[in-house]
């Protein structure tokens, strides 16, 4: 197979926000490109932009893929009257269509003529590359392996859960062969071992692959190039040498920038100690000699010249670098503890005999000072409800819970209580300083451009309104973190930061996370929640 996927100079606007503004990308035939960026950056809307169910406000793009283009957005937009099976035919209708087209040819090969016996042959081909004759079975092991082979064709799709609708629309689209496939959030609503067959089969495929994922396992493990959409200046870059690309080329930006901004740095300085000092070091004062007094002051005279000429130059100069300045890079993350955090003895939190309704049940935890704990368990296991516990934010219909010192909770969802509020505002509520004092620190933190600061909370994406949290958690001084979801939302550098920043941070730690990365690399304890009970106890 071959084929061509280009963007030209694109541009897209949704309800008076612009989403990407003059993009440009290429992929090459075969390549397995992985689309990143926090949520609301435009990543969907770059797919839905190639797979042509968006039309851009400006610019080009050429799509060639003579094998079909699949498309899985995050939702399966079918009826809920329709049933399996319709979901199944809608993801197979080029090669249901290609099936139909030899059928009607076939039954007139007798009297067909030589042009129709070649159209017939290249129906054949085209089906044949597409394996037409074993795509039912194909939907019928995908459907197997992600959990769901038990579904029949009957069923209505209005009966089945979220997930088994995701699913269902991944079997069909990955059955289907497409030469260009295109995959948004394929990896949400399964298990280990639907993921593993996933990743052996998109490393598999023949064609062009571009999927937008917040998965880095599988980022890791399948894409060879990396594209990460910027929602704040909506722009997309593009990173060779897949993840591992990614993040040497991420780190290499920041030192260039870091060496740039030392280099500006010094350069103001030279040219300052320059206009007040060694400018006028020109010739140091002497003695009259033979009492040549017009002589020695037609010296003094082009002294002066020679002085004012080097400082009007070291002050252009100044002003120059001054109109250019270099930004001063972003500080690393930092989590912040007390200074007795880390030596601390005994618990931070301790429940004991807590119920929450049906959802949760805990009849006694303890969280230590500096413990580090991952919860673990299925979507509707109480995980989020145990962190709200924890936290304060949810009081148990039975049980108490104590807490010793102060407790920074990083929610799965932020919600929007004053849509009106600036960034900054935001950022500063109820807690000291000037206004310049929270501007100076919330620009130092590099999660916001001082040109956000007055945008209204209500008009933030998704992945800035999560910027925002981080932000306010990030300044504070915290015995005990509770994050849910913490990689959510952020883009994936800025997750590799934080991760760093949790492994500095002294206080203790309960986290809950289906990322994968960060399960496989965590060096903690582990608190397994099945129907709102313990069912593998913190060690």
Known sequence: MSGQLTLRSVSKTFAHRRVLDAVSLTVRAGEKLGVVGENGSGKSTLLRLIAGQETPDDGEITVVAEGGVGHLGQVLELPDDATVGDAVDAALVEIRVLEQRITAAAQDLGTAAPAELAEYGELLTAFELRD????????????????IGDLGRHRQLGTLSGGQRARLA????????????????PTNHLDHQALTWLEDRLRAHRGTLVVVT????????VVTAI?????????????????????????????????????WVAEIAHWTEWRGTTAYNVAPGRAIKDHNKCKYNGDGRRVQASISTRVRSASERLERLRADPVPKPPDPLHLN????????????????QVSVGRRLRVDELDVAAGQRLLVTGPNGAGKSTLLDVLAGVLQPDHGTVTRHGVVGYLPQETVVRHPRRTVLAAFAEGRPGTRDDHASQLGSLG????????TPVGALSIGQRRRLALARLLVQESDVLLLDEPTNHLSLALVEELEVALADYPGAVVVVS??????????????????????????
Not at 170 to 185: H, K, N, R, T
Not at 447 to 454: N, V, Y
Not at 526 to 535: I, K, T
């Open 132 to 147: 037409g004759y074993s795509a039912d079975a194909r939907v019928e092991a995908a459907m197997s392996a992600l959990g």
């Open 170 to 185: 991944l079997a069909g689209v990955l059955s289907a062969e497409p030469e260009l496939l295109l995959l948004d959030e």
């Open 214 to 221: 917040h998965d880095r396992l599988l980022l890791e493990r």
């Open 227 to 263: 594209v990460e959409v910027d929602g704040d200046r909506r722009t997309i870059t593009r990173y060779g040498n897949g993840y591992a690309g990614y993040l040497a080329e991420k780190r290499a930006a920041r030192q260039r920038w870091e060496q740039a901004y030392a280099e």
């Open 337 to 352: 503890a007390p200074l007795d955090a880390a030596v601390r003895e005994g618990a931070v939190l301790e429940l004991r």
């Open 447 to 454: 999660l916001f451009r001082e040109a956000d600061f007055a």
């Open 514 to 539: 289906h990322d994968r990365l960060l399960r496989q690399r965590w060096r903690g304890d582990e608190l397994e929640l099945s129907q709102g009970r313990v069912l593998v106890p913190a060690l």
